[in-house]
C-alpha cells in the first residue's frame, strides 16, 4: 500500500507503543511508504472512554487482548496522512460489515 489510500488495521495494544515511538517505521514495515515531506498525525478517539473500558489499558485487568484499530489516509491535496485509532473488543474483529464507499472497479491501485 501506498499514501493516499485508506488503511484498515488492527493492531495489539502491546505494538501501540511502538507505533506511536516511530509511526513512519510502523508503517513502512507494514507496507504504506509514506513521503518524508508528509506529516503523520495521529488521533486517538474516545481515549478516556477507551481507558475506561480496558480497566486503564490493562490488558490484565482488562481479562483478555486489547484491541486497537486504525484508518488512515490522505497525502491528497495536501502533505499529511492521518491516523484515527479507537479500541474495541478483540470479540468484535470481523462482525461488522464495512461497506466501500465507490465500486471496487474504481479503487485505484499502486
Given at each position: 500500500m501506498s499514501h493516499g489510500i485508506c488503511i484498515f488495521r488492527n493492531v495489539r495494544l502491546q505494538n501501540i507503543l511502538i507505533f506511536l515511538k516511530d509511526p513512519r517505521e510502523f508503517l513502512q514495515k507494514i507496507g504504506i511508504v509514506i513521503p518524508e515531506d508528509c506529516r503523520i498525525e495521529t488521533c486517538i478517539e474516545n481515549h478516556d472512554g477507551m481507558s475506561k473500558e480496558t480497566k486503564r489499558l490493562s490488558e490484565e485487568a482488562y481479562g483478555g487482548p486489547i484491541v486497537i484499530c486504525n484508518i488512515g489516509e490522505g497525502n491528497i491535496a495536501r502533505s499529511v496522512y492521518k491516523?484515527?485509532?479507537?479500541?474495541?473488543?478483540?470479540?468484535?474483529?470481523?462482525?461488522?460489515?464495512?461497506k466501500l464507499l465507490h465500486e471496487s472497479s474504481l479503487e485505484k491501485k499502486s
Open positions: 491516523i484515527s485509532s479507537y479500541a474495541h473488543r478483540d470479540s468484535d474483529v470481523g462482525k461488522f460489515k464495512k
